[in-house]
């Protein structure tokens, strides 16, 4: 079983909608959480980081986590082409200096 | 405000060579983490620097190293190149990388290994 596990996609969207994008993992341990966002050929760049149970909101980004579920995903709201891009969920792991990140989901947003 | 900066943006090697990339992390930053991204996959976490030690290691062989120098940068060699070797590598700096610390990525370094 991977470390971190996401769909590959592609997740295509029309302009407006929500997108949602989904996250397992393995290690109960984890407990700091990440969602960032790579356009193609570009480096990651951090959108969220979530640490407790719940719902964490940042503009049109919300962030959930489930730790009984060992499940987190990330909401886009009013989806729009520039959100195109591949997301990459990512947990802090043992030893707590190093990122383990999923293989990515691939979204598009069609105008 | 400088972000995270590598060299070189692309290199072309052939096997058995050996290969060396730099990273200069923000400025405030004292710790350098590197990834290997292979196409279509995540980030894999290679090691990280602090203090000029190497902190943390991944799952990665011994021809992989690095170095810290006083102002922070960093290098990473790889040693006896393989084809598998072919990837974006990416420096993430960070204030004492610890857990929760928000990483800066630079524009990573292409490497072709023919």
């Known amino acids: 079983q991977k470390e971190v596990e996401q769909n590959s996609g592609p997740l295509s969207v029309p302009e407006g909608a929500i997108a949602s994008l989904n996250c397992t993992y393995s290690?109960?341990?984890?407990?700091?959480f990440f969602w960032y966002r790579q356009y193609s050929g570009k480096s990651p760049e951090l959108i969220m980081s979530?640490?407790?149970?719940g719902d964490k909101e940042d503009g049109r980004f919300t962030a959930q986590l489930n730790k009984a579920s060992q499940y987190v995903s990330l909401l886009i709201r009013d989806s729009q082409p520039s959100d195109s891009a591949t997301y990459l969920c990512?947990?802090?792991?043992?030893?707590?200096?190093?990122?383990?990140f999923g293989a990515g989901t691939r979204l598009f947003v069609k105008a | 405000d400088a972000g995270v900066t590598q060299s070189p943006t692309h290199l072309i090697k052939t096997r058995g060579q050996q290969v060396t990339l730099r990273c200069s992390p923000k400025?405030?930053?004292?710790?350098v983490s590197w990834y290997q991204q292979a196409l279509g996959q995540g980030p894999q976490f290679i090691f990280q620097?602090?203090?000029?030690?190497?902190?943390q290691r991944g799952n990665f062989p011994d021809r992989f190293s690095g170095h810290q120098f006083p102002n922070y940068s960093s290098e990473l060699n790889v040693n006896a190149l393989l084809l598998g070797d072919s990837a974006l590598y990416l420096c993430?700096?960070?204030?004492?990388?610890?857990?929760?610390?928000?990483?800066?990525f630079g524009p990573g370094t292409r490497l072709l290994v023919l």
């Open positions: 400025s405030g930053h004292d710790t």
């Open positions: 993430a700096s960070s204030s004492q990388g610890g857990a929760g610390e928000t990483q800066y």
């Open positions: 990512a947990l802090e792991g043992a030893g707590g200096f190093k990122t383990i």
């Open positions: 290690d109960r341990g984890s407990q700091s």
């Open positions: 620097y602090y203090e000029e030690e190497e902190r």
């Open positions: 979530i640490y407790s149970n």
